[in-house]
């Protein structure tokens, strides 16, 4: 394993740490948690089942950050460059699956 190989791991890990830190909060939090920076969550009155609403958003948030750590791990098998492009991937397009998990789980536990 090169040293450019370990830097980049140490750096992923780094990276994905507080991402997976925020699933685990979210997951056990009494209270409604949020997904957009800078927009207020919801009110507790407003959410049908708080602890699913809250325990699937933060299961969204693990998903990801393990999600970006196993894409790097499976791209290091093929070179630096796959696993690049996987992550990359990852980024974008776990960015806008979970933009639309959050939008599903609103439609699912916010009161009409």
Known sequence: MSAETIVSAVIVLICM????????????SEVPVGFWAGKKPPRKEQIT?????NRKHGLMWISYGAGFVLCF????SFGELVAAYLCMAEVFGGLLGMAAYHNRLNRLYYRE
């Open 73 to 76: 791990v499976c791209g290091l």
């Open 49 to 53: 089942d708080v602890k699913a609403y």
């Open 17 to 28: 740490s507080p991402i997976i830190v925020i699933g685990i909060v979210q997951y056990g």
